[in-house]
């Protein structure tokens, strides 16, 4: 299993109604896609002040990298992406990405 975590640097400023039209558009790709199996989005508490920069973000998990790779590779997440971009601070910088390889 592959967890996929986005972690956004949101602008202050950015549109709240646009974000939550991107997560439940990237949610509906959960079972549109082979190997999508969850998509779960939320604030980051940041409990341990180590991420204060990056107050929201998301989780897709794919049962395998080929999953993950079709995923990257659809239009319809490569739109949203170019939309979840311009809600950011400078853009792609701040969007961190981390892909874990998990026990399924």
Known sequence: ????????????????????????????????????VTFEHGPNRDFEAKSQN??????????DTDALQTYAGDARHSALGVRLVDLCVGGA????????????
């Open 1 to 36: 299993m592959i967890r996929h975590i986005v972690l956004l640097d949101l602008k202050d400023d950015h549109d709240a109604e646009e974000l939550g039209a991107i997560l439940d558009q990237l949610a509906a790709l959960v079972g549109a896609l082979p190997g999508f």
């Open 93 to 104: 910088d701040g969007i961190m990405v981390i892909d874990l390889e998990v026990p399924g």
């Open 54 to 63: 990056y107050p929201y973000g998301f989780i897709g998990t794919f049962e």
